[in-house]
């Protein structure tokens, strides 16, 4: 959106959308990273942290304090109450979440420097690991 602010489109054939400014407050600017599970949808951002939306509004976990790093490069939903979240400076979290609360945050060892998906499922978080296709051991 050249103008700032987040649409979220409820019907996409028709192009029916929620416009949201970002002049709000609140709201997600400069997004680099998207995720979904059941009950809602993750934006990281690149400089203002991790954000959940949910039933019409969206929540700042940087805002709120439950969760301060504040430079996203990349979120992975891992079933409904489970995000993966990578930050700029390479740090790795695996957060646990209820809709309202984050329930814990564990921070990989900061050897960890590359983030690699197969099948759209995180399937390995090793320095420099090799990928592989399913099957091979």
């Known amino acids: 959106n050249p103008f700032g602010g987040v649409m979220i489109f409820d019907d996409i054939k028709s192009l029916k959308y929620s416009y949201f400014s970002d002049s709000q407050g609140n709201i997600p600017k400069d997004v680099v990273a998207i995720s979904k599970n059941e009950n809602a949808v993750f934006f990281g951002s690149s400089l203002d942290g ?5 039933k019409g509004n969206f929540t700042s976990y940087l805002q ?14 891992v079933g409904n ?17 209820t809709s309202f609360f984050l329930l814990f945050s564990y921070c990989f060892p900061e050897t960890i420097r590359k983030w690699y998906f197969y099948d759209d499922q995180a399937c390995c978080l090793t320095p420099d690991p090799k990928p592989h ?3 091979d051991d």
């Open 64 to 77: 709120n304090n439950q969760f301060k790093e504040a430079k996203i490069r990349m979120i992975k939903c």
């Open 81 to 97: 109450d489970q995000l993966i979240v990578a930050t700029e400076f390479s740090k790795v979290y695996i957060l646990g979440f």
């Open 133 to 135: 296709k399913k099957g």
């Open 50 to 54: 991790l954000f959940k939306y949910e």
